[in-house]
């Protein structure tokens, strides 16, 4: 299993930004995923999840309305797309796979002006 994210950055607050998540070693398509982040010091908390198509999502109250997960099966792709960001928002962003039990190595959003 591999995972491998990109596109955190620092970003100011109100702005958006899109992360997404390459996957390979495992049929991208018959799985679950999940984007988690962590705060210094905390646990890995569920931002949002998706399922096999991409029909169900689930959220986090803290970012529904704001982030949205999407994903591209002929891609072996997952997304998150994330607007209105706060500083609360800050932290590393870690694409999952529950069934497999795979992490890829995060990326770090910042939320700062």
């Given at each position: 299993?591999?995972?491998?994210?990109?596109?955190?950055?620092?970003?100011?607050p109100g702005?958006?930004l899109?992360?997404?998540?390459?996957?390979?070693g495992?049929?991208?398509?018959?799985?679950?995923?999940?984007?988690?982040?962590?705060?210094?010091?905390?646990?890995?908390?569920?931002?949002?999840?998706?399922?096999?198509?991409?029909?169900?999502?689930?959220?986090?109250?803290?970012?529904?309305?704001?982030?949205?997960?999407?994903?591209?099966?002929?891609?072996?792709?997952?997304?998150?797309?994330?607007?209105?960001?706060?500083?609360?928002?800050?932290?590393?962003?870690?694409?999952?796979?529950?069934?497999?039990?795979?992490?890829?190595?995060?990326?770090?959003?910042t939320?700062?002006s």
């Amino acid at each position: 299993v591999q995972l491998v994210e990109s596109g955190g950055g620092l970003v100011q607050p109100g702005g958006s930004l899109r992360l997404s998540c390459a996957a390979s070693g495992f049929k991208f398509s018959v799985y679950h995923m999940a984007w988690y982040r962590q705060f210094p010091g905390k646990e890995r908390e569920l931002v949002a999840g998706i399922s096999l198509t991409g029909s169900s999502t689930n959220y986090a109250d803290s970012v529904k309305g704001r982030f949205t997960i999407s994903r591209d099966n002929a891609k072996n792709t997952m997304y998150l797309q994330m607007n209105s960001l706060k500083p609360d928002d800050t932290a590393v962003y870690y694409c999952y796979v529950p069934t497999l039990a795979g992490w890829g190595q995060g990326t770090q959003v910042t939320v700062s002006s």
